[in-house]
T-cell receptor
């Protein structure tokens, strides 16, 4: 049974800092891993998709890495801004898509 | 491009009533999924389908039924609603797992309250 864990559950950092969110999964037989952002009361916004054959993906200030053999992914956010405040979810896909519980990020102005 | 569309967006049910949530996708995706999201719980998989006419149980299937009679539609049914089913429901679709670019696309969510 696939289990996805995100650490930390919540994080507060001053504006401008770089930060790392962590995601781990128990079964390495996945097709891809996807990072999402969710604002309060809203739907999911896809941030980055890493296929199982890839090691990392970058979009603007975001960089996601994948180490499938160790069951780990990280989401790196550079030069954080108050607008980055949201919940970040990671999800791994085999036939199912299983989510972690998310990291609530608060960027302090 | 409509993507993934959920109907309805909001609904209030009385305990014991039944209802069906509709998920429609126009991307010709093989896989479709239903999730529920409760505070602090992330998204939990209810049921999923890997193709027309097929369904499978996810992490929290009890109290729900699904059907996938057409490739583009995935229906989620509540036969006898309970207050514990008060939640936000999300639908998603994606291409076959073995293909490249298997990004999952999500609907906007359905907020269901059972009183």
């Amino acid at each position: 049974k696939q289990e996805v864990t995100q650490i930390p559950a919540a994080l507060s950092v001053p504006e401008g800092e770089n930060l790392v969110l962590n995601c781990s999964f128990t079964d390495s037989a996945i097709y891809n891993l996807q990072w999402f952002r969710q604002d309060p009361g809203k739907g999911l916004t896809s941030l980055l998709l890493i296929q199982s054959s890839q090691r990392e993906q970058t979009s603007g200030r975001l960089n996601a890495s994948l180490d499938k053999s160790s069951g780990r992914s990280t989401l790196y956010i550079a030069a954080s801004q108050p607008g980055d405040s949201a919940t970040y979810l990671c999800a791994v896909k085999d036939d199912k898509i299983i989510f972690g519980k998310g990291t609530r990020l608060h960027i302090l102005p | 491009n409509a993507g993934v569309t959920q109907t309805p967006k909001f609904r209030v049910l009385k305990t014991g009533q039944s209802m069906t949530l509709l998920c429609a996708q126009d991307m010709n995706h093989e896989y479709m999924y239903w999730y529920r999201q409760d505070p602090g719980m992330g998204l939990r998989l209810i049921h999923y389908s890997v193709g027309e006419g097929t369904t499978a149980k996810g992490e929290v299937p009890d109290g729900y039924n699904v059907s996938r009679l057409k490739k583009q539609n995935f229906l989620l049914g509540l036969e006898s609603a309970a207050p514990s089913q008060t939640s936000v429901y999300f639908c998603a679709s994606s291409r076959l797992g073995a293909q490249m670019n298997t990004e999952a696309f999500f609907g906007q969510g359905t907020r269901l309250t059972v009183v």
